[in-house]
Nanobody, 123 residues
């Protein structure tokens, strides 16, 4: 069963940047997808971004387009989320999740989840 570990969260001022990492291990197939999800207090968890290893296809929620960039290191099976020009609305616990998928899907399609990392954007 794959194991995922997030890192890179922290506190930053509005306009700042953070890069999150999701290190995955235990894949037995290269046809995996990893998504980033976030949950703010009192709000439902939402999908932020996703990348499919099969073809490198990506997804971004509209609110982060142009600010966030998702990428992967195939050799290390690690996915990064570069977050620029952060706003307080980006605050929340960020989770990465994985499953054997040819393309990105909603969160119900992901079986394996990391523990989450806190991102706080405040002045």
């Amino acid at each position: 069963q794959p194991h995922l570990v997030e890192s890179g969260g922290g506190a930053v001022q509005p306009g700042g940047s953070l890069t999150l990492s999701c290190a995955a291990s235990g894949f037995t197939s290269p046809k995996w997808a990893i998504g980033w999800f976030r949950q703010a207090p009192g709000k439902a968890r939402e999908g932020v971004s996703c990348i499919a290893n099969h073809d490198g296809g990506t997804f971004y929620v509209d609110s982060v387009k142009g600010r966030f960039t998702i990428s992967r290191d195939k050799d290390k099976t690690t996915v990064f989320l570069q977050m620029n020009n952060l706003t307080p609305e980006d605050t929340g616990v960020y989770y990465c999740a994985a499953d054997y998928l040819l393309f990105c899907s909603d969160q119900d399609a992901f079986d394996w989840w990391g523990q989450g990392t806190q991102v706080t954007v405040s002045s």
